[in-house]
C-alpha cells in the first residue's frame, strides 16, 4: 500500500507563497515567471507541481492565504445589527480596521493587489472573495437605507452599482498610496458624499 503524499514543509511553501505573491503584484500574472519564483524560494520544479500544481494553481494558493490573512485583521460588520447611529460608525470603524492592517501588516495589501491585477487568472479564492463583499455590500446598502443612514432616492440596483464601482476604485486609489490612514478617511468622505441622505 502507498503511503499518502507528504506535505510541503512549512518553511518551503511559505517562501513559495511569499516569492509568488511578491512576483505577482510586481508584474502581474503573465510576467511572472514560475521558474523565477520557484528559485526564489528554494523549491524544486518537482515539489511545487507535486504540492501545489501549475501556475495558476499557486496564484489561488496565493490568493487565498492573503484573503484569509486579511480576514484574520479585519471583521466587516453584521448589517443587521446595525442602528442609524451605528451604520456610518461601521463604515468608519471597517476603514480604520483596514488602515490597521496594511500598516501593522503590509502583507494584507496583496489581497486587495490580487483583486485589482488586470491579467490575473480565474481564481476559487478571488472569486469567493468578490462574491461575499458584494453581498455583504448589498446587505449594508439594504440596511443602510432601512435604517435612514443611506440615501434611498435612487434605485437599489443603481445604487448599488454606483457604490461598488466607488467602492473598487477607491480601493484602487488606496492601495497606491499604501493604504495610509489618509487615504482611508478619503475613502470615507467619498462614500458619505455618494450615500448620506
Known amino acids: 500500500m502507498a503511503r499518502p503524499p507528504r506535505p ?8 513559495m507563497i511569499a516569492a ?32 501545489v500544481g501549475d501556475k495558476e494553481a499557486l496564484f489561488d494558493l496565493v490568493a487565498r492565504e492573503h484573503v484569509e490573512l486579511l480576514a484574520r485583521h479585519v471583521t466587516l460588520p453584521d448589517p443587521a445589527s446595525l442602528t442609524v447611529d451605528q451604520w456610518w460608525e461601521a463604515i468608519d470603524d471597517l476603514l480604520a480596521q483596514l488602515g490597521a492592517a496594511a500598516r501593522d501588516e503590509p502583507r494584507t495589501l496583496v ?11 480565474a481564481s476559487p479564492a478571488l472569486e ?17 437605507r432601512e435604517v435612514r443612514a443611506v440615501d434611498d432616492s435612487l434605485p437599489i440596483a443603481l445604487q448599488a452599482t454606483l457604490a461598488t ?14 493604504a495610509s490612514d489618509q487615504a482611508h478617511a478619503a475613502a470615507g468622505g467619498m462614500l458619505r458624499r455618494l450615500l448620506q441622505p
Open 8 to 15: 510541503m514543509p512549512a518553511r518551503s511553501r511559505q517562501a
Open 20 to 51: 509568488a505573491a511578491d512576483a505577482f503584484v510586481a508584474g502581474g500574472y503573465q510576467r511572472a515567471s514560475l521558474n523565477a519564483i520557484l528559485r526564489s524560494a528554494g523549491v524544486s520544479k518537482s515539489s511545487a507541481y507535486h504540492h
Open 111 to 121: 489581497a486587495g493587489r490580487l483583486v485589482h491585477l488586470r491579467d490575473a487568472p
Open 128 to 144: 469567493e472573495f468578490r462574491g461575499q463583499l458584494s453581498q455583504w455590500g448589498l446587505a449594508m446598502l439594504e440596511r443602510g
Open 165 to 178: 464601482t466607488v467602492a473598487i476604485e477607491v480601493d484602487r486609489w488606496a492601495l497606491q498610496q499604501e
